[in-house]
C-alpha cells in the first residue's frame, strides 16, 4: 500500500511538473509573440516616420527648384522686357525717321512738280526748234543736191567709193614697201646694226670648258678604289657609268646626264680621300654628296634669276636653270650661256622698245629643256616650252622657248629676240669649242644615211646638223612612201650615230607640171 501510494504520488508529481513544463513554455511562445508583434509595430512606425520624413525632403526639394525656375523664369521675363523695351524705343526711332523722309518726299516731290512747268515750256520750244532745223537741213541737202546734181544717196556712195579707192591704193603701196629689195636691205642693215650695238655692250669671259670625263688617280690608284666602289657609285648617279683606266691611272666618266656626272665625281673624290669607303660609310657620304650637288644646283638657279632681275619662278623652273650649270653644249656652259643670251636679249629688247625683264627672261630659259634630254625624247626646245607652260610662265617666255630653233612659229617679237640672242651667244668666238673634222664627218655622215635609201635625188644636213632635207625623185617615190622613208632615214640616223638633242629629217617631194598656151 506505502508502495502504491509512492507510486501515485511520484505519478501526480510527474505531472504536475510536465503541467508546470508546459505552461512555461507556452507563456514563453506568448512572451516571443508579443515581442515580434511590438518589434513589428515599431519597424512600422520607423517605417512611416522615414517616409514622412522623405516626404518632406522632396516637398522642400520640389518647392525650391520650383523657386529656381521661377526665378530664372523672371530673369528672362526682365530681359525679353528689356529687349522688347530696346525694340520699341528704336522702332519709334524709324517712325520718326520715317516721317521725316516721307516729310522730305512730299518736299521733293512740291519741287518736281513746280519744275515740270518750265520743262514742259522748253521741250515745247526744243521740239520748235528741232523742226526748224530739219526744215533748213532738207532746204540745205536740196541745195546741195541741186548745186552738185547728185542726190544724197549718190553723194555717199560717191564718198565711199573714194575711201575705199585711197584705202587700197595705201595698201598696195605698203605691199610694195614690204616686198622692195632695197627695203629688205635696210631690216638687215638695222638688224645687223642693233646686234653689233648688244654684242659690243656685254663683256664675258670668251673661253670655253671641257666636261670632265677622266678623274686622274694618285700614284698606285688602283689600289686604292675598286670596282666594286664604282658600282656604288654608279647606283647613286643616275644612269652614269664609271670604269678604271689602268694604263692612265683614271677613273672614266661616261653619260649624259651633267649633274649625275657630278655626283658620281664628288663621290670618288671622297673615296680618294678616305680609302676602303663602303658600306652605311658610303650611303651617308653619297647623301651628303646629293645634298651639297641640289644646294648648288637651287643657288645657281636663283643666282641666274637674281643676276638677270627678272623676278621670282616656280621652284621646278629654278632648279632647271640651276641644272643647266652642269650642261655643256660643245664645250660652252649652258648655264653661263642662258644667262649670256638673257643680257643680250634684254640689251635688244631695249633698242626695240621692248619689255626688257619679259625678254631676259625668256633668253635666261629658254635652254631649260636641256636639263632634261637625258630623261626624255624629243627637242630641248619643246621640252623646255611644255615645262615653261606647265609651271606657269607667262605665255610669251613659253613661246619663245618653243620658237628658238623654229619647233614651234613665233608668236611674238620676244621670241625673235631670243632666237637672235641665242644664236650671238654660241656664235661669238670662242664661245664654243669643236673641230672642223669632227663637225664635217657628222654632216658627212648624216647625208651618207640618207642617200644610202632609193629615190634620194638630194639630201642636205643644215643647221649645223639638227636637220636633213631629202628631195626624191617623184616618179620613184610617192606620197606614202615619202613619209615611210622620213621615218625609215630618221630610225637608221638614231641607230648608227650618237649625238645630243634630235635630229629632224625632212622629205620633200616636189610636183611641177608645165604647159604651153599657143
Not at 638614231?494 to 604651153?516: C, D, H, N, Y
Amino acid at each position: 500500500m506505502p508502495a502504491t501510494l509512492a507510486v501515485l504520488l511520484a505519478g501526480v508529481a510527474g505531472a504536475c511538473i510536465g503541467l508546470w513544463f508546459a505552461l512555461g513554455a507556452r507563456s514563453r511562445i506568448e512572451q516571443g509573440r508579443r515581442a515580434r508583434a511590438i518589434e513589428i509595430e515599431r519597424i512600422r512606425a520607423a517605417a512611416l516616420r522615414e517616409g514622412q520624413a522623405l516626404r518632406t525632403q522632396v516637398e522642400v526639394a520640389a518647392r525650391e527648384e520650383a523657386l529656381t525656375v521661377r526665378a530664372e523664369a523672371e530673369v528672362a521675363l526682365q530681359k525679353r522686357q528689356v529687349e522688347l523695351a530696346e525694340q520699341e524705343a528704336a522702332l519709334a526711332g524709324r517712325l520718326v525717321f520715317a516721317n521725316e523722309e516721307r516729310r522730305l518726299l512730299d518736299e521733293l516731290h512740291k519741287e518736281l512738280d513746280d519744275r515740270e512747268s518750265p520743262l514742259a515750256e522748253t521741250e515745247r520750244e526744243t521740239c520748235t526748234v528741232n523742226a526748224e532745223l530739219a526744215s533748213l537741213r532738207r532746204q540745205q541737202c536740196a541745195e546741195l543736191e541741186r548745186v552738185a546734181h547728185l542726190s544724197a544717196a549718190q553723194a555717199r556712195q560717191a564718198i565711199l567709193e573714194s575711201e575705199i579707192e585711197e584705202a587700197k591704193l595705201s595698201a598696195e603701196q605698203v605691199v610694195r614697201n614690204a616686198s622692195d629689195g632695197d627695203s629688205a636691205s635696210e631690216v638687215a642693215r638695222a638688224a645687223k646694226r642693233l646686234m653689233g650695238i648688244s654684242a659690243g655692250r656685254i663683256t664675258d669671259h670668251f673661253y670655253s670648258e671641257r666636261a670632265q670625263s677622266y678623274i686622274a688617280l694618285p700614284e698606285k690608284g688602283g689600289e686604292q678604289i675598286s670596282a666594286e666602289q664604282l658600282k656604288l657609285v654608279e647606283g647613286v648617279s643616275g644612269g652614269v657609268t664609271l670604269s678604271l683606266v689602268e694604263e692612265s691611272h683614271s677613273v672614266h666618266i661616261e653619260g649624259l646626264d651633267g649633274v649625275g656626272r657630278e655626283i658620281a665625281r664628288r663621290c670618288v673624290a671622297r673615296m680618294l680621300r678616305r680609302p676602303g669607303l663602303a658600306g652605311d660609310a658610303f650611303a651617308k657620304a653619297a647623301r651628303e654628296v646629293t645634298a651639297e650637288v641640289d644646294r648648288d644646283i637651287v643657288e645657281f638657279g636663283q643666282r641666274g634669276l637674281a643676276m638677270l632681275k627678272v623676278g621670282r619662278a616656280h621652284p621646278e623652273i629654278v632648279k632647271l636653270v640651276g641644272r643647266l650649270n652642269f650642261r655643256t653644249s660643245y664645250s660652252q656652259n649652258q648655264w653661263q650661256h642662258s644667262v649670256e643670251a638673257g643680257y643680250l636679249g634684254g640689251m635688244l629688247a631695249a633698242e626695240l622698245g621692248l619689255d626688257v625683264k619679259l625678254a631676259r627672261r625668256a633668253a635666261l630659259l629658254h635652254d631649260i629643256g636641256k636639263a632634261l634630254t637625258h630623261e626624255l625624247d624629243g627637242s630641248h626646245a619643246v621640252i623646255g616650252a611644255d615645262y615653261a607652260r606647265r609651271f606657269g610662265e607667262n605665255e610669251i617666255v613659253a613661246n619663245a622657248i618653243g620658237a628658238h630653233h623654229t619647233d614651234e612659229p613665233f608668236g611674238s617679237a620676244y621670241a625673235h629676240v631670243v632666237a637672235a640672242a641665242d644664236a650671238m651667244s654660241g656664235g661669238r668666238p670662242g664661245a664654243r669649242r669643236q673641230t672642223d673634222d669632227n663637225h664635217m664627218a657628222k654632216l658627212a655622215e648624216i647625208e651618207r644615211i640618207a642617200l644610202s635609201f632609193r629615190g634620194i635625188a638630194e639630201a642636205f644636213a643644215v643647221q649645223g646638223g639638227r636637220e636633213v632635207r631629202i628631195y626624191v625623185e617623184e616618179e620613184r617615190v610617192s606620197d606614202a612612201a615619202a613619209s615611210k622613208l622620213a621615218t625609215d632615214i630618221a630610225e637608221v640616223i638614231s641607230r648608227e650615230m650618237t649625238f645630243p638633242g634630235q635630229i629632224k629629217v625632212t622629205v620633200i617631194r616636189e610636183f611641177t607640171a608645165v604647159e604651153l598656151a599657143s
